[in-house]
């Protein structure tokens, strides 16, 4: 069956540092959404990519699908402590109206 | 604009009781329909999806079962709870199509005792 990868699984920079979470799909996707859940809260949406080898970028953030668009990542430049929570990658597929999400990265900024 | 409600925000009940948690979408028609359930410290579950009245997949085999009695309207049930069935449950919508994205609500945290 379909499955969206994502590594790692958790992640603890200090605030200043960057950090890097990868999504990984075993087929071709037809685009690639990105959602950050602070905690005790719900996924929110971030961006869509849909364009192979697509670069979009939102302050800090920068966000890029592969070439192949089976790969996908999300870079935060200089973290600061409102980066905190849990980043999830979610792909769709070309067909049927559901989306496969990552098992998303925990991303803790110490002070 | 869309707006989408969830309830109850928590909810406590004991193993072998029914439950029964709702979902409803404004500002929107005939909008894709999920449920996920969300461990604690895990990823999204999907549980199931809905594409239209009456139209629901499952994506999990468990105890749980869903509803879509009306265009905007989701229910998530249970006859007899289970405590693996705690954690955090989400329902989502999103417009028909592929380049839509998704809406969460804000979430049910179910603890089974």
């Known amino acids: 069956g379909q499955q969206v990868m994502q590594i790692p699984q958790y992640q603890h920079v200090q605030e200043g540092e960057d950090f890097t979470t990868y999504c990984n799909s075993s087929?071709?996707?037809?685009?690639i959404q990105w959602y950050k859940q602070r905690p005790g809260g719900h996924p929110v949406f971030l961006i869509q990519?849909?364009?192979?080898?697509e670069v979009k970028k939102q302050k800090r953030l920068t966000f890029q699908f592969g070439e192949a668009k089976k790969n996908s990542s999300l870079h935060i430049t200089a973290t600061q402590t409102t980066d905190v929570g849990t980043y999830f990658c979610?792909?769709?597929?070309?067909?049927?109206?559901?989306?496969?999400f990552g098992p998303g990265t925990r991303l803790s900024v110490l002070p | 604009s869309q707006t989408i409600h969830q309830w109850p925000a928590t909810l406590v009940q004991p193993v072998g009781s029914p439950l029964s948690l709702e979902c409803t979408v404004e500002?929107?028609?005939?909008?894709?329909l999920y449920w996920y359930r969300q461990a604690a410290g895990r990823g999204l579950q999907l549980l199931f999806y809905?594409?239209?009245?009456?139209?629901i997949s499952s994506e999990v085999p468990q105890n749980l079962s869903a509803s879509r009695p009306q265009d905007r309207q989701f229910i998530l049930s249970s006859k007899k709870l289970l405590l693996s069935d705690s954690g955090f449950y989400l329902c989502?919508?999103?417009?028909?199509?592929?380049?839509?994205?998704?809406?969460f609500g804000q979430g049910t945290r179910l603890t089974v005792v």
């Open positions: 087929t071709t996707l037809s685009n």
């Open positions: 500002g929107t028609s005939n909008p894709n």
């Open positions: 990519l849909v364009k192979s080898g």
């Open positions: 809905s594409v239209g009245i009456g139209q």
């Open positions: 979610a792909g769709n597929h070309n067909y049927g109206q559901n989306f496969v």
């Open positions: 989502a919508w999103r417009e028909t199509g592929l380049n839509t994205e998704a809406f």
